[in-house]
Nanobody, 127 residues
């Protein structure tokens, strides 16, 4: 029902910042009805969870992202964000937005929990 689209990726130097955005491209679904998450995948590696948020605002972060990344929702703009600060070389990956319907959902960074996925946006961090 929801169709996700990410934006905001790009190339930055280590220590820099980026803000990723995720929105419903159909303009018919409210993201407040879903648990949401950000995931990433680098070439040759499995997809891993970065951050997640449930419908009550509870969050979960990957240990390496905690303290540097912040996941949030803007209900008025119907948009999910991932603010990334102090980026490191190992943060380089394709970043994906994901969602699962709100009934019984929790903030989790487990990819298999989510059933709606965007097409991804590339983040490249250089020295």
């Amino acid at each position: 029902q929801v169709q996700l689209a990410e934006s905001g990726g790009g190339s930055v130097q280590a220590g820099g910042s980026l803000r990723l955005s995720c929105a419903d491209s159909t303009f018919t679904s409210s993201l407040s009805d879903y648990c949401m998450g950000w995931f990433r995948q680098a070439p040759g590696k499995e997809r891993e969870g970065v951050a997640a948020i449930d419908t009550k605002g509870s969050t979960q972060y990957r240990n390496s992202a905690n303290g540097r990344f912040t996941i949030s929702k803007d209900g008025a703009k119907n948009t999910l964000y991932l603010q990334m600060n102090n980026l490191k070389l190992e943060d380089t990956a394709e970043y994906y937005c994901a969602a699962v319907s709100s009934w019984g959902c929790v903030a989790t960074i487990t990819p298999k929990f989510f059933n709606y996925w965007g097409q991804g946006t590339q983040v490249t961090v250089s020295s």
